[in-house]
């Protein structure tokens, strides 16, 4: 083992390569993640450290509302936009896919609501969507993928991945690798099978359900779309302890946290790798695991854990060489993070070689920015121990874990974030703050208040050699769970509004 890590340790010296990480050169993003390695990482430069302050809202588009007081409105899922072509393409709080003309201020083309209209209210209305060829392909909270004609908007096939009243449920955007759609349930609060499958792109036809052997029909939630090594052609998809109620006995016996590699050809088990026995129900480790390929060829994956540490794997055979605390405080024993989650997305920028790791920081200490004298457990406009609802943005060598610069937010980041090649890392936080920082000092360049939750990840995408940056505010019932409610969070709207940002004409 300290072989393995003085051998990473090297290789943060070296240049990372772009051949399997890169994202589309036209400007375009058309997986959840960015790319097949899931890096969150635009090429686009257009907008840099030296322009960024110019950055202004062009136009916003109404998206539709969210169902108050059931799963639509509650918890962030993996939330995805999609650009293509001068088109965005996405999902509302009811589930209906949308896809907005780009070059004509966010025209709506169509609107389909995808079959998630008459969904259980406490179910969560599947957020993520994939493209192919002339599809959209959108995955349901009742278990089903639906095929929706690019052109028109018009449902054309439906296919069941699984059985809602098992449990079975899909929360995690869909993948789409070499003409396979590739899927994972189920939902985070189902307690349904866990099942990975694979469908032909073109037809619907079932191909594959991965063989879990002992795991098989254990219970667990994919949370996250996976990520893929094409030079292996292998899929690494996050696992996680179901958020409902599980008997001990069944938490022992459980599949866990964990992660899962398989071969994309026919969904056999490459290696599975399981956290340590005893790791609370309460975080789960279903966030995104990062493919990071060195120029030696070596592949290795990245995943921030929800107990404040990053992690590195072998990819090939998925043995542990890095376990690296985040935080000076806390890091001899156990971090418990509880308010991490799958849906705060990390990035891995080509430009820096470091990943940024968007969490809560649960585990600092002292570093509230208000503090008031009351009495013992009340602080004014702070709970005791609201450190855990304050956001953390952690930029760390990918190899080592070795720690480059942390920005603490006052509010939690519940979106995630983005890296550019403009020298830039994009986040929201709770209380609906766009953040532009710098990509190598965390150093906050510019920023932008919206006025409501931010639960889906910066976007960034060009039409016409231009760029631009989009998020979707509102539709989110997170904030009633800050444990502090100063009046900028007095809001939590289900009304989901895509704004889109650039620099102006004038101004460039």
């Known amino acids: 083992m300290l072989q393995a890590i003085r051998t990473l340790a090297l290789a943060s010296a070296l240049l990372w390569s772009g051949a399997a990480l890169s994202a589309p050169a036209d400007g375009d993003w058309v997986t959840s993640m960015g790319d097949f390695a899931a890096t969150r990482y635009s090429p686009l430069d257009d907008i840099d450290r030296s322009n960024v302050g110019r950055l202004r809202t062009l136009y916003s588009v109404v998206l539709g509302g969210a169902v108050e007081g059931g799963g639509n409105a509650r918890g962030a899922l993996p939330y995805n936009l999609l650009a293509r072509d001068g088109y965005l393409y996405a999902v509302d709080g009811w589930g209906a896919v949308n896809k907005l003309d780009l070059r004509n201020k966010g025209k709506p083309v169509w609107r389909a609501d995808a079959g998630q209209r008459n969904l259980d209210t406490w179910l969560q209305a599947h957020k993520g969507l994939a493209l192919h060829e002339g599809y959209v392909i959108s995955g349901g909270a009742d278990g089903a993928l639906r095929w929706i004609d690019d052109a028109t908007g018009m449902l054309v096939r439906t296919v069941s991945a699984g059985d809602p009243l098992d449990g079975y449920s899909l929360s995690a955007p869909p993948l789409v690798v070499d003409g396979k759609v590739l899927v994972a349930g189920s939902g985070p609060d189902r307690g349904g099978p866990l099942q990975f499958d694979a469908f032909d792109a073109a037809s619907g036809e079932h191909l594959w359900r991965a063989d879990l052997g002992s795991a098989r029909g254990l219970r667990g939630s994919v949370l996250q779309t996976a990520s893929y090594d094409a030079s292996s ?19 022992d016996i459980w599949f866990g946290n964990g992660v899962v590699a398989l071969d994309v050809a026919d969904g056999t088990v490459r290696w599975l790798h399981r956290y340590a026995q005893g790791t609370s129900g309460a975080t789960n480790e279903a966030g995104p695991y990062h493919v990071l390929e060195t120029e030696s060829g070596s592949a290795l994956l990245g995943h921030f854990d929800n107990e404040g540490r990053y992690r590195v794997f072998n990819a090939g055979d998925g043995a542990e060489a890095v376990v690296a605390p985040l935080f000076a405080e806390g890091a001899e024993g156990s971090c418990p993070n509880v308010r991490a989650a799958a849906a705060f997305n990390s ?4 430009r820096t070689g470091l990943i940024y790791g968007a969490n809560a920081g649960g585990c600092l200490q002292g570093h509230l920015p208000i503090k008031t004298p009351s009495r013992g457990d009340w602080l004014g406009a702070y709970y005791r121990d609201a450190d855990n609802a304050l956001g953390i943005l952690t930029a760390a060598d990918a190899a080592t874990g070795e720690v480059r610069a ?11 974030a983005t890296a550019t090649a403009g020298g830039l890392v994009f986040v929201t936080t709770a209380e609906g703050t766009l953040h532009a920082l710098d990509d190598e ?33 509102g539709g989110n019932a997170l904030a009633e769970d800050i444990s502090y409610r100063p009046p900028e969070l007095g809001m939590s709207e289900g009304l989901m509004v895509l704004v889109v940002l650039g620099i102006p004409e004038a101004a460039r």
Do not use: I, N
């Not at 899929?235 to 069944?250: F, H, K, N, R, S």
């Open 406 to 416: 942390q920005h603490v937010f006052d509010f939690p980041l519940h979106a995630g």
């Open 441 to 473: 000092s965390l150093e906050s360049l510019w920023s932008s208040h919206f006025g409501s939750l931010s639960s889906a990840p910066p976007l960034v995408f060009s039409v016409d050699g231009r760029q631009f940056v989009a998020v979707v505010v």
């Open 347 to 350: 990035a891995f920028s080509l």
């Open 233 to 251: 052609g292998t899929l690494y998809w996050g696992v996680a302890m179901p958020t409902g109620p599980l008997l001990d006995e069944e938490r």
